[in-house]
């Protein structure tokens, strides 16, 4: 099995920051992409960033130039820094990541649990 787990959520104020991480354990050959979702009350989960193996990123329009997503492939990590957060940044953020558990294996996606994170004064 693969578990992921998140950790840096909690409450910051408008214009402020936080730096969410992401840690895979378990059965591991290779992690393929990985990335952030969220999800605020109400709304349908939306992918907010990703990146590659080889670091390619992606982010959604509405974070880019305030999000920065890294990886630390040798050690299954993930990190998301948040800038200039606004309130309508308030969710929970799952992280999710693409994994190979050998070789030949299928990929599969597996998801973390969700931290929470509240924008506001």
């Known amino acids: 099995q693969v578990q992921l787990v998140e950790s840096g959520g909690g409450l910051v104020q408008p214009g402020g920051s936080l730096i969410l991480s992401c840690a895979a354990s378990?059965?591991?050959?290779?992690?393929?992409?990985m990335g952030w979702y969220r999800q605020a009350p109400g709304k349908e989960r939306e992918l907010v960033a990703i990146i590659s193996n080889g670091g390619s990123t992606n982010f959604a329009d509405s974070v880019k130039g305030r999000f920065t997503i890294s990886r630390n492939n040798a050690e299954n990590r993930m990190d998301l820094q948040m800038s200039s957060l606004k309130t309508e940044d308030t969710a929970v953020y799952y992280c999710y990541a693409v994994v190979l558990r050998s070789l030949f294996g299928v990929p599969i996606n597996y998801w973390g649990k969700g931290t929470l994170v509240t924008v506001s004064s």
């Open positions: 378990g059965s591991i050959f290779r992690i393929n992409d």
